[in-house]
């Protein structure tokens, strides 16, 4: 993998400018590093703090709720993998100031349970251990909900999001479905959920006497984006949330495009987006969960997701994948 990540950036040099983008606005994965930005860090009695103008009032009673552990430390530790733009990314990118929905969200909730929500930056195809070993508390990385994950977390779900399909501006390869990506070379990050559709689709392909993808599995994004701009591969499988932020903001819209596909306005595969909790952590578990109500219940919730133009929930629930698979929107 290392190998071939060189090999491109050695052939690409062309696009360096792309690549500087890429990593701010649009950059999956992360670079394997830990690190805490600016956190909001009220008392549990204080006095409330302001994030995206919404101004949060730390709940003694939620706190209250709180394993013991956490609340002697006063540190809420919330796995992330970075950049991952509108999610999560660096603002300024030569900086490690964290910036995005999940960071502010995590940050509001922190303020809610009257704790400092402390930003770490864990590789995405790491980040479910990293919690079930102990190593953080919980996960806000725009992680997908599904019955597989819930065997192994509780999910305290906070928005939606779909897959699309990302492709150079003009689609010059012609893609117009999935099905299209037959016979194709298609990146995607390790470990995600486009990774195990595309290896469903493999599978699909084979049964129809079909010619399967090549499936480039990457650690982030800017290695699939130099593979699509230096003619690799042809699409790069990803979050439609990310999706629309590439080819909305990478060299002012004019490198990258979403595919359009009347079947699925908001992405494929329509999913709900949970912060994931060790199964066992119940306390935890239940203490997020009413933190994020009352966020909800007192319009910061609103703001905040707003802020970044994200399909958002009407309530803070739990485990909700089989729900939302069983709908036909990603917006119940």
């Known amino acids: 993998m290392k190998s071939r990540r060189t090999a491109l950036a050695v052939g690409l040099a062309a696009v360096a400018t792309i690549v500087l983008v890429a990593l701010v606005l649009a950059g999956c994965g992360s670079s394997g590093s830990s690190s805490s930005g600016t956190s909001a860090s009220p008392s549990a009695s204080g006095s409330g703090v ?42 300024p990118p030569d900086t490690k100031n964290f910036a995005g929905f999940d960071y502010d969200l995590s940050q509001a909730i922190g303020a809610k349970l009257g704790v400092t929500a402390q930003f770490v930056d864990t590789p995405f195809d790491s980040i479910i251990l990293s919690v079930l070993g102990g190593k953080n508390d ?71 006497g079909k010619p399967p993808m090549t499936i480039l599995s990457l650690q982030g994004s800017p290695e699939g984006l130099l593979a699509i701009k230096g003619g690799k591969a042809v699409a790069q499988l990803t979050d439609h949330s990310q999706a629309e932020y590439i080819a909305n903001s990478t060299t002012a819209g004019k ?78």
Do not use: C
């Open 255 to 332: 490198s990258f495009e979403v595919l359009s596909d009347p079947s699925a306005p908001h992405g494929y595969a329509p999913a709900i987006v949970g912060i994931g909790i060790d199964k066992s952590n119940t306390q935890l578990t239940t203490a997020v969960q009413k933190a994020l109500q009352a966020l909800i219940d007192d319009g910061s919730y609103k703001t905040i997701i707003d802020k970044y133009g994200l399909i958002g929930v009407d309530s803070a629930k739990t485990n909700q994948a089989t729900a939302v698979a069983a709908s036909a929107s990603p917006s119940p």
């Open 138 to 208: 919980m996960i806000m990385a725009d992680m997908y909900d599904n019955v597989d994950r819930e065997k192994q977390l509780t999910f305290v779900d906070y928005a939606y999001d779909g897959t699309s399909i990302l492709v150079l501006k003009g689609n010059p390869a012609g893609i117009t479905n999935l099905d299209s990506l037959s016979g194709k070379v298609v990146t995607v990050l390790a470990g995600s959920t486009q990774q195990a559709l595309l290896t469903d689709l493999n599978k699909s392909f084979k049964s129809a």
């Open 50 to 91: 302001t994030i995206d103008g919404a101004t949060i009032t730390p709940d003694s009673s939620i706190n209250a709720l709180l394993p013991s552990d956490i609340k002697t430390s006063g540190v809420l530790r919330v796995a992330s993998a970075l950049p991952y733009a509108p999610w999560e990314y660096y603002n």
